[in-house]
Each structure stands twice: as structure tokens, then as C-alpha cells.
């Protein structure tokens, strides 16, 4: 049984980076299966696209809030989904405080809330010991590091999704998700409906996989990683 007037069987589910195009397209998903989700945005402008979706759009800057201030939007929460980033044009400034940074905060207060059930999207190649100088090489340190974090929080029980290079095609429903698939496309579409399997599954738990396009359906990639 639920409450906050929610149905038996729902879940409320809180993404960080409400407003990105695989936090939009999960929001779409969750809130078409019955479930509350709330999005955090930056912007206020960019609740009306949560609300199409389906979510609620929590106003919150993840770069300058605090593990309290986090905390108080993620309680009574199911599950906590990172899917923020700073983006293509972001500098290396942002890099450390979002990919990272906020990433840490956002882990911390699901902790402080009680959240156990955490999934990050992170990136395929993120490595705290990434070398390189340039923007992208600074982005996979970020992630790295914010996937080194997380993993190490016993609160939690954690998640992270490494998607391969992402494309706005059409999804197919049909992924391979494994500990290390090479490297490859998969479209947005895809790991969106990955990431609505792994919040429902548990046993994924202490697991970081990569995905990209394949030929198993996506209930069956999950439960198929679940059971190793």
C-alpha cells in the first residue's frame, strides 16, 4: 500500500536533469505505468515540458543547493534517477560541477532522505584515471569519479548505466546490456526504457553496465543482467 494518495503498486521516482532529453522521454514512460515522478529543473520555464510528460517539475539548482535542500524534495521517495549533465557547450567548469558535483550531492541526499534505490545514467568510458586534456576527457574524469562516488555509498543501492554514443532514432526495444558490450550506438528512446526496467529491479543493484543497441528485448536484457 502507498500513500500521498498514490496507487497500490506505484512508485515515486525523483530525476535530477528532469529537463534532458532521456530524463523527458523516462518521465513519459514512468508516469504512463502509474507512477509519481518529479523532475528538477534548473528553469522554470521548462516545467511545462515536465508537465506534458507527465512529471512534476521541481525548481532546484543541483550546482548550488544543499544536501538539505536536495534531501527535502527526495523524501518519501521510491527511487532517485541521476540523468543530469552539463551538456555538449558546457566548459570544464561545469563538467566538475555537474557531472561530478552534482552527482555527488544528489547521492548524498538521497542518502540523508533514506532513498535507497539510486540509478545513475553515466558514460561509456568514464574513468576517474581518463587521460587528456580536452573538454570530453575532463567530462569522462567527471563521471568517472562521480560513478567511484556513488559506488562506494553502502546506503545506496546503486545503478550506474553507461549508454554508448546516444541518437534521437526511433527505439527498436531491443538492446544488449552486459558489465562491457564494445563500443556502439543506441538511441535515447532505448535507455530511456532501460532505466524504467532497472528502477523496478533491485537485484541490478552494486551493478555498472554498458548498453547499446542489440537484439534482446529490453525486459528480458534487465532480467538477464539481474540473474548473473
Request: net charge negative; glycine share 12%.
Amino acid at each position: 500500500m502507498r500513500l500521498c494518495g498514490r496507487t497500490v503498486g506505484s512508485m515515486r521516482i525523483v530525476i535530477a536533469g528532469g529537463h534532458g532529453q532521456i530524463a523527458l522521454r523516462l518521465e513519459r514512460l514512468l508516469a504512463a505505468r502509474g507512477d509519481e515522478v518529479a523532475g528538477i529543473i534548473r528553469r522554470a520555464e521548462q516545467g511545462s515540458d515536465l508537465r506534458e510528460a507527465g512529471a512534476e517539475p521541481v525548481l532546484l539548482d543541483l550546482e548550488s543547493a544543499s544536501v538539505e535542500e536536495v534531501a527535502a524534495h527526495l523524501q518519501g521517495a521510491d527511487a532517485a534517477v541521476f540523468a543530469a549533465g552539463a551538456g555538449p557547450g558546457s566548459g570544464v567548469a561545469r563538467k566538475d560541477s555537474v557531472d561530478k558535483g552534482a552527482a555527488v550531492l544528489f547521492a548524498d541526499a538521497a542518502v540523508r532522505a533514506g532513498v535507497r534505490r539510486f540509478v545513475v545514467v553515466s558514460s561509456m568510458g568514464a574513468d576517474p584515471a581518463h587521460e587528456g586534456d580536452e573538454v570530453f576527457d575532463v567530462y569522462q574524469r567527471a563521471k568517472g569519479e562521480a560513478d567511484a562516488y556513488v559506488s562506494g555509498l553502502d546506503a545506496l543501492d546503486w545503478t550506474i548505466l553507461r549508454p554508448g554514443s546516444l541518437t534521437n532514432d526511433a527505439g527498436t526495444g531491443l538492446v544488449r546490456l552486459e558489465a562491457h558490450t564494445g563500443r556502439g550506438a543506441v538511441p535515447r528512446d532505448d535507455v530511456a526504457a532501460v532505466l524504467a526496467e532497472l528502477v523496478d529491479t533491485r537485484a541490478t543493484a552494486g551493478l555498472v553496465l554498458e548498453l547499446i543497441s542489440g537484439s534482446s528485448p529490453v525486459s528480458v536484457a534487465v532480467k538477464s543482467v539481474a540473474g548473473n
